[in-house]
């Protein structure tokens, strides 16, 4: 019988090195008795194969449909060889080329394989805190430059010893080139130190770090992409101290518990979001508070949920089995700072908040905070898309040039697209400090050099101000592309969605530089990629004393008084009038009438505040967001009873606040409870914008509706809105790869910029 002999070239694109995809090729070549090699290349993966015809195409087949968990291929290139008489399957070296085209794994959790070794006594990584395998255990944090081999990340500073080395060299191990291999005998390990460095004579270093924690000390633990900070979450006085010393008065923490069972003793858990908690990528999931608990009312004040995380470090699980309902595990860092990856760092910067260091030898390239994730509205949704998902790129509909986006100004990311990809990166942070400019600088350098992408345009802000557009401009030699916040927010969505313009835009946040130059933020948009008009938007206040009116919501809700009620807002009968000195109210109205620093807003954010204000809630935050985030836990039900609006038409048409400002007034001088009046106005926002988007449809034909901005980080909002437009027979088209507030916009900066320069 005769066999028909062929040999194929494949050239395999995607996620496909640090997953073990090397190895699931040698074993699919073993059992399709198949000849030939494999090796990375700084493009990905190449394969040369031969073999009998139908076992060539089943081999094809399977390597597409069996590929390795975290192996993710976006494009296979097969070409027709010359047999060449290959006598056996191998795995080669990998091979550098000038194009690097590679996708990276982002770090992942321990995997089930080693976490059953870690606990097994006679495995010979018995408790060893850096136990991986090619499934899991670190990657992005990790590595200076493709290919992804271990000369490339800051595991070449440990050489293996001959165990570690065989299984590294065995094709038919679980470990065969998982780049961090180790074992206690040649690899990193962990150091127990005071805050003022000395070293503590500790047996096993983890089972002290846990005493200490039991006994209500701050412990700073080196993890996988940065520092935490650590402290019992059941011990009230820890959590408290924590806190103060940290300057992180009232943001919830993040807490972290062993299992799901722990979990479930404090918080709900949908089997949604228990799939969450337990992938891989193991973000911060957003649960709902049991009532009561044994933890600490410090770790989440005013909020009726948590953000809980499950291990996703060897280290993590020791820590963890020694019976704790939940830690406190808070980025290492003082608020507003970026998360510390270095040793001597952590010294310097943490000491006075930390009583003691759990150290390791293995560096951290680059940080990677903890993603932050809710399920709501049927889908997963971003708050902060960070450690676990990063580097893995948003997949565009078409190629586009090489393009560095620039972020905004808060919650920074940047991106970076290379043919059909966009590389968005990391959560970076609020750029109001050196150190996280720095960082953010950094972050832009490394990722140019592992994504071998040299940008021909930059995109930008319109704010003058934010170091990020500052950053842009001072770039010489590219063509620079300013893009309007709130148009970038909806592009983003449009880019992951996939979609072509134009859409009808919502795009609601607290502060974006509009073309007039005010500050917008309750936009309704007709989109497109290259261009927008704008439809509607709140009507202008005052925002007295600019930016300081964020820190100070009682100085929105003397805005929204005085253009309602005028000089007789000094005789309502309301709480914020009463607990803030007249004097400055007075002050307010004066900057207000005189247009002293009190640029115009049109801000959704804002008026949320405002509103937040005036109901008694809160005068004063501690972070961004806080009184909108107060006024969305207030409602305790869904309610049909909106307040009073309208709207003037014209070239656009103007949303007027004074007649829900009215309304909310006239609910609190009748005593209503202010869950109510919360309740209340959250319908009405919801009706309003339905309502009008109804109006623009027939204006525009347009039935495609895009939500952006971090207004809709509100779940109520959000699942609201979409439910009425949905019923109103519009697409919704919402975030679900990348988060609906600012760290979003780079997304969209880069979209708007490659269309403006393609015509």
């Not at 807003?601 to 405002?610: E, H, K, N, P, Y």
């Not at 004063?620 to 309208?646: I, R, S």
Request: with cysteine.
């Amino acid at each position: 019988m005769t066999y028909d002999y062929v040999a194929k070239k494949l050239n395999i694109n995607g996620i496909v090195q640090g997953v073990g995809f090397r190895p699931f090729v040698y074993k699919l070549a073993s059992q399709y008795e198949i000849k030939g090699d494999v090796s990375n290349t700084s493009s990905g993966v190449v394969i040369h194969i031969e073999g009998i015809r139908d076992n060539i195409e089943s081999f094809c087949r399977d390597l597409a449909e069996k590929s390795p968990p975290l192996a993710h291929i976006t494009d296979t290139s097969i070409y027709p060889e010359t047999v060449k008489g290959f006598k056996k399957f191998s795995i080669e070296q990998s091979i550098g080329q000038a194009a690097c085209s590679t996708l990276i794994s982002p770090d992942v959790s321990i995997c089930d394989d080693c976490l059953r070794e870690l606990f097994d006594p006679d495995d010979r990584r018995f408790q060893y805190p850096f136990i991986n395998c090619t499934n899991c255990g670190p990657r992005y944090t990790i590595i200076s430059d493709i290919p992804y081999d271990r000369p490339k990340t800051s595991m070449k500073h440990f050489k293996m010893c001959k165990m570690c080395q065989d299984e590294y060299d065995d094709p038919e191990n679980r470990r065969f080139h998982a780049q961090p291999n180790a074992c206690k005998e040649c690899g990193p390990h962990v150091t127990l130190y005071d805050n003022s460095g000395k070293k503590l004579d500790a047996r096993n270093s983890v089972e002290k770090t846990a005493e200490l924690l039991k006994q209500g000390y701050t412990v700073a633990i080196k993890g996988l992409g940065g520092f935490h900070l650590a402290v019992d979450a059941a011990n009230n006085d820890a959590v408290a101290t924590l806190r103060s010393r940290k300057h992180r008065e009232e943001k919830p923490l993040a807490i972290m518990s062993c299992d799901i069972k722990h979990i479930r003793k404090y918080a709900y858990v949908q089997p949604e979001e228990e799939e969450l908690l337990k992938s891989f990528h193991r973000p911060i999931v957003i649960l709902k508070k049991k009532e009561p608990n044994s933890l600490s009312k410090q770790v989440s004040p005013r909020n009726r949920y948590f953000g809980v995380m499950l291990p996703y470090t060897p280290l993590h699980y020791l820590l963890l089995s020694h019976n704790f309902t939940a830690l406190i595990m808070t980025s290492g860092n003082m608020s507003e700072e970026p998360i510390c990856i270095d040793n001597e760092d952590a010294f310097e910067r943490l000491s006075k908040i930390a009583d003691y260091f759990l150290i390791h030898n293995r560096d951290i390239y680059l940080r990677s905070d903890d993603s932050i994730v809710k399920y709501t509205a049927g889908d997963t949704r971003f708050i902060r898309r960070s450690r676990g998902y990063i580097p893995v790129p948003v997949f565009l509909k078409k190629k586009v040039a090489q393009i560095l986006a620039c972020g905004g100004g808060l919650k920074s990311t940047i991106c970076l697209t290379k043919g059909n990809n966009a590389f968005i990166s990391q959560h970076i942070g609020d750029l109001d400090n050196q150190e996280t400019y720095e960082f953010y600088q950094l972050t832009i350098r490394h990722m140019k050099r592992i994504l071998d992408i040299d940008p021909v345009i930059v995109a930008h802000d319109l704010h003058p101000d934010y170091l990020s557009t500052i950053y842009a401009l001072e770039q010489q030699n590219i063509k620079k592309v300013p893009v309007q916040h709130h148009h970038a927010h909806i592009v983003s969505c449009m880019a992951e969605n996939r979609l072509d313009g134009p859409v009808i835009g919502l795009s609601f946040d607290g502060t974006g530089y509009g073309t007039d130059g005010s500050i917008w933020g309750g936009e309704i948009l007709i989109s497109e990629d290259k261009r927008f008009e704008r439809a509607a938007h709140l009507s202008y206040v005052p925002m007295p004393g600019s930016e300081t009116a964020i820190k100070e919501p009682w100085r929105m809700a003397v805005s929204y008084l005085y253009d309602a009620f005028g000089e007789e807002l000094y005789s309502l009968d309301l709480p914020v009038l009463k607990e803030i000195d007249e004097n400055k109210i007075r002050f307010i109205v004066e900057m207000i009438s005189k247009q002293i620093n009190s640029p115009s807003t049109s801000s959704l954010g804002r008026f949320f505040d405002g509103i937040a204000a005036i109901i008694g809630i809160r005068n004063y935050v501690v972070f961004e967001g806080q009184a909108a985030m107060e006024l969305e836990m207030l409602v305790e039900k869904n309610t049909n009873k909106t307040y009073d609006f309208e709207w003037i038409s014209g070239d656009m048409h103007k949303i007027l606040l004074q007649p829900i400002v009215c309304g909310v007034v006239n609910d609190m001088s009748k005593g209503v409870h202010p869950s109510d009046i919360s309740s209340k106005f959250h319908a009405t926002v919801i009706k309003l914008f339905s309502e009008l988007c109804d109006v623009i449809r027939k204006e525009s034909g347009l039935n495609r509706i895009a939500l952006s901005g971090g207004v809709f980080q509100n779940s109520i909002i959000l699942s609201g809105l979409m439910e009425k437009l949905e019923e109103k027979g519009f697409q919704v088209f919402t975030h679900t790869q990348v988060s609906a507030n600012d760290g979003g916009i780079s997304l969209g900066q880069a979209m708007v910029a490659a269309a403006a320069c393609n015509g």
